[in-house]
C-alpha cells in the first residue's frame, strides 16, 4: 500500500511541522477563498455529533475549491466493524477494510470522529478504530476527535498565539494553565490530552490543575508533555492548589474529564466528583492571573464550567479559538490533499 501522510496525534507531528500548518492557518485568515483543491474531495465520517468539526470541515472543503461528503455510519451509512478477524454477526454491515478502500478510491482524504466506548480505558487508549481506518486507507486520515483531538489543538495554540504573540524561542516564557472543571458526567479526555501536549511542546509553561491524582491523565500523555517540557526548557507541574496554579497565568483553559481510575464506572465517578464543583472558572479566580486570556473547546455548560462573567468578559477567546478550527483544518487539508 503506498505509504501516506496521516493526522492522527500531534505526537507524530514536529513542533516546526505544526507551527507552520499554524501560520498557513493565519494566511488562510486573510486570503479565505482559494481554488487549491478544485476537484478533490474528502470524506468526513462522523460516528458521534458534530457542530463546529462538521462545520468547519464542510466550509473549510468548499472555501478550497473541494467536495465534502458526510457520512454517519449506523445511522445515513451502514455500521462498520472495525475490528479484525470478527465473525460479523452483529449489526455491523460492512468492515473498515473495504469501507477505507472504497473511499480511497472516490476520496483524496478520510476524516473520522469516533469517540471512546467509556468501557475499558485499557482498550480505548489504544486508538484502534482510526488507527484500523489508517492502516486500510491509501489517503491521508485526519483525525476529528478520538482519544486525542488534534485539530483543536492547532485551534488553540492559533488563538494563543494571535493574543500573546508567537514563541520567541524554544521556551515560550508565558504560564498556560489546564483546569479541570466538573460536569454532570464524566467526559472524553481527548482536548485535555491534546491541549497538555500541544502547550508543553510549544514551551509554554504549563500546570495542570486537578481536584484529585484520580484526574491526572493517561501516562502515553503525561509523559510526553514531561519530555516536551524538557526538551524546551518549560516548567510543567501538576497541583490541586487552585491558587497557586492561576497565580501569574497568561492563558487559562478549561476542560472537563473523567477520572480513568473508575473509567466505565460511571456512578462511582460521580461520587469522586461531586465536591469539586467549585473548580468551576469564575471572575475570582481570572483575577489571580496576569490578565490572562481564557478558552474552551466548546460546547460548555455556562455556569457548570465557567460563569457567565467569565464567558462574556474581553478575556475569553473561546470564539476566536471555535472560529481557528476553519482555518488550521483548511491548512491541514491543503498539506495533506495538495502536498
Same mark, same amino acid.
Given at each position: ?8 496525534? %500531534? ?6 511541522? *505544526? ?7 493565519? =494566511? #488562510? =485568515?486573510?486570503?479565505?477563498? =482559494? ?7 474528502? $470524506? #468526513? ?18 472555501? #478550497? ?93 492559533? @488563538? ?37 501536549? +500541544? ?9 495542570? #490543575? ?23 526548557? +518549560?516548567?510543567?507541574?501538576? @497541583?490541586?492548589?487552585?491558587?497557586? &496554579? ?12 473523567? $477520572? ?13 466528583? &461531586?465536591?469539586? =464543583? ?10 489571580? @492571573? ?7 473547546? *466548546? ?6 464550567? &465557567? %460563569?457567565?462573567?467569565?464567558?462574556? $468578559? ?26
Amino acid at each position: 500500500m503506498t505509504s501516506v501522510r496521516h493526522f492522527l496525534t %500531534t505526537l507524530d507531528w514536529s513542533r516546526d511541522e *505544526l507551527q507552520q500548518l499554524i501560520d498557513e492557518a493565519g =494566511r #488562510l =485568515r486573510s486570503d479565505p477563498i =482559494r481554488d487549491d483543491l478544485r476537484g478533490k474531495s474528502i $470524506a #468526513l465520517m462522523f460516528l458521534n455529533p458534530s457542530l463546529r468539526t462538521r462545520s468547519s470541515f464542510e466550509i473549510g472543503a468548499y472555501q #478550497l475549491g473541494a467536495h465534502a461528503v458526510v457520512l454517519e455510519p449506523g445511522k445515513a451509512a451502514w455500521g462498520i466493524e472495525f475490528e479484525p478477524g470478527v465473525v460479523m454477526d452483529g449489526e455491523a454491515e460492512e468492515h473498515i477494510c473495504e469501507v477505507a478502500g472504497v473511499l480511497s478510491r472516490y476520496c483524496d482524504a478520510i476524516a473520522l470522529r469516533a469517540f471512546p466506548l467509556f468501557q475499558d480505558w485499557s482498550q480505548d487508549r489504544q486508538d484502534r478504530v482510526i488507527r484500523a481506518l489508517a492502516e486500510h486507507a491509501s489517503v491521508p486520515v485526519i483525525n476529528m476527535e478520538t482519544i486525542v483531538h488534534p485539530c483543536q489543538e492547532l485551534a488553540m495554540m492559533r @488563538t494563543l498565539q494571535d493574543h500573546l504573540g508567537p514563541p520567541e524561542g524554544t521556551r515560550f516564557g508565558k504560564k498556560f494553565v489546564l483546569t479541570w472543571t466538573w460536569h454532570p458526567k464524566p467526559l472524553n479526555t481527548a482536548v485535555a490530552n491534546s491541549a497538555l501536549m +500541544a502547550a508543553t511542546q510549544f514551551g509554554l509553561d504549563t500546570t495542570l #490543575l486537578i481536584p484529585d491524582d484520580a484526574y491526572r491523565l493517561d501516562p502515553q500523555f503525561m509523559e510526553a508533555a514531561q519530555r516536551y517540557a524538557e526538551a524546551t526548557g +518549560a516548567d510543567f507541574e501538576v @497541583t490541586s492548589d487552585i491558587e497557586s &496554579a492561576y497565580a501569574g497565568a497568561h492563558f487559562v483553559y478549561a476542560k472537563s474529564w473523567g $477520572a480513568l481510575p473508575m473509567y466505565g464506572q460511571p456512578d462511582e465517578e460521580a461520587k469522586l466528583r &461531586a465536591p469539586f =464543583r467549585h473548580f468551576r472558572v469564575d471572575e475570582a479566580k481570572m483575577a489571580m @492571573t496576569q490578565r490572562a486570556r481564557f478558552s474552551h473547546c *466548546l460546547p460548555l455548560r455556562r455556569n457548570i464550567k &465557567a %460563569t457567565d462573567g467569565v464567558m462574556d $468578559a474581553d478575556y475569553c477567546v473561546a470564539i476566536d479559538e471555535a472560529e481557528n478550527r476553519l482555518h488550521v483544518q483548511k491548512a491541514l487539508m491543503l498539506k495533506l490533499m495538495n502536498p
